[in-house]
């Protein structure tokens, strides 16, 4: 099962998201007319990365909290366990979406770039990702040793909770500031969930490549030859890629939210619920046919999978930016909040949620894997709900300042 989510921002808010034109210029004709990202828009993608990332802290919680489901004889399970037996199966869908949200928002703005200015400032691009990703993992890595040391010296299940501990080393961590986990090394101690980050960044600079190779108009033979050399290095780098979803084939899942935010005009008149349900019920269906055992998460049928529903979601984004649906406020009002702290939850959940169960189960015998029955699943709700707040508070000084930290370190 993947463990993902995204450096995304609020689209409504950020300029990475629906960049302004400066006043003294003049787009291209094919620029204009690109509707930028509509409020009704940004609102569905917050829904959509907050689910997305509880699907993942669902699952995670369910490894390290919940009995397994097939411990448990089938005449013995109660409604609640298959129910959340079967969410617990959307984890690697909310990494796909957190994909196509990422091509959407990050690719559609690099691409706008490249034709209002022939080209793309790479110093201020790599400068905004960068702040934006290291301002929450360099804590991550921080927060990962701390948890980690801390949990593992918490009595006999420690060794069980930690037995797939990966290295603490300063080598582990550098390594994956620079997001080479899961080609030079492992995701840093118990944060498996880092190895998406590795995807995410270098999805980021082979679409910038190739912006400038085939649209840029201000740059020398020579020059778009050293980005075509830059994307077969990455691309042949890949093929060491340890764990996680193989970078070159899913870098067409990322291409279609990078489609969805550039395409010129609706690509079909239909309203945005068609391919919004078409998404929901193709997920659905799957989540199914694992249950059934009529296929796995992993190889190649579940890769067309990927692609077929994720194109559905990005037909879903592309229409929504012409023909755009309300989204209730009483959901989107919460969506903003709760998507506002997803990128911290997400670097930080997987060693919290260990040192948790490790800490509980010295203290109070309970905590691991435990949770089947009764107010069993109230300590559940806790649990999630400590953190979520953990989280939260942290992103305050961390997401929540990017402009900030931008504002510091990009002042020249």
Not at 54 to 83: E, K, S, Y
Not at 100 to 128: K, N, P, Q, Y
Not at 160 to 186: G, K, M, P, W
């Amino acid at each position: 099962m993947s463990e993902a989510l995204h450096d995304i921002e609020h689209p409504s808010t950020v300029p990475d998201a629906a960049p302004a034109v400066p006043e003294e210029h003049t787009p291209a004709p094919e620029v204009a007319a690109q509707p930028p990202v509509n409020d009704h828009l940004s609102y569905w993608i917050d829904l959509f990365r907050w689910t997305a990332a509880f699907a993942v802290v669902l699952a995670h919680a369910g490894n390290r909290f919940v009995q397994a489901t097939d411990t448990i004889a089938a005449t013995d399970r109660t409604i609640v366990q298959t129910i959340y037996a079967f969410l617990n199966g959307f984890s690697h869908p909310g990494i796909m979406i957190f994909f196509v949200i990422s091509g959407f928002l990050v690719g559609g703005t690099t691409w706008r770039e490249a034709m209002r200015t022939g080209g793309i400032d790479i110093r201020r691009f790599m400068g905004r990702r960068l702040i934006r990703l290291w301002i929450v993992i360099v804590p991550a890595l921080l927060a990962t040793f701390t948890l980690d040391t801390w949990g593992s010296a918490q009595g006999d299940v420690a060794p069980i909770i930690y037995a797939e501990v990966r290295s603490h080393s300063l080598d582990a961590a550098l390594c994956n500031v620079a997001f080479l986990q899961t080609v030079a090394c492992d995701p840093y101690g118990t944060d498996g969930a880092l190895w998406t980050l590795y995807n995410e960044f270098w999805y980021y600079l082979l679409f910038v490549a190739g912006v400038i190779i085939f649209v840029g108009k201000r740059y020398s033979i020579m020059q778009k030859a050293a980005f075509g050399m830059f994307i077969l290095i990455v691309a042949a780098a890949s093929f060491w890629q340890r764990e996680g979803a193989p970078m070159v084939p899913y870098f067409a899942i990322w291409l279609l939210g990078a489609w969805a935010a550039t395409v010129k005009r609706a690509p079909l008149k239909i309203s945005p619920w068609l391919p919004l349900v078409g998404t929901l019920a193709l997920l659905l269906g799957f989540r199914v046919g694992m249950g059934l055992k009529f296929w796995d998460n992993d190889g190649f049928w579940p890769f067309v999978f990927d692609l077929v529903s994720m194109g559905v979601f990005a037909l879903f984004l592309a229409t929504m930016r012409f023909r755009p649906v309300h989204l209730a406020r009483f959901i989107a009002a919460p969506s903003v909040l709760l998507a506002s702290f997803s990128f911290t939850l997400y670097c930080f959940h997987v060693p919290l949620m260990n040192a948790m169960a490790a800490t509980m189960e010295r203290n109070l015998a309970m905590g691991w894997r435990d949770v089947s029955h009764g107010l069993e699943w109230a300590r559940l709700v806790v649990q999630l709900a400590f953190v979520m707040l953990f989280a939260f508070a942290v992103s305050r000084v961390t997401e929540a300042r990017t402009d900030t930290y931008r504002r510091i370190f990009l002042r020249g």
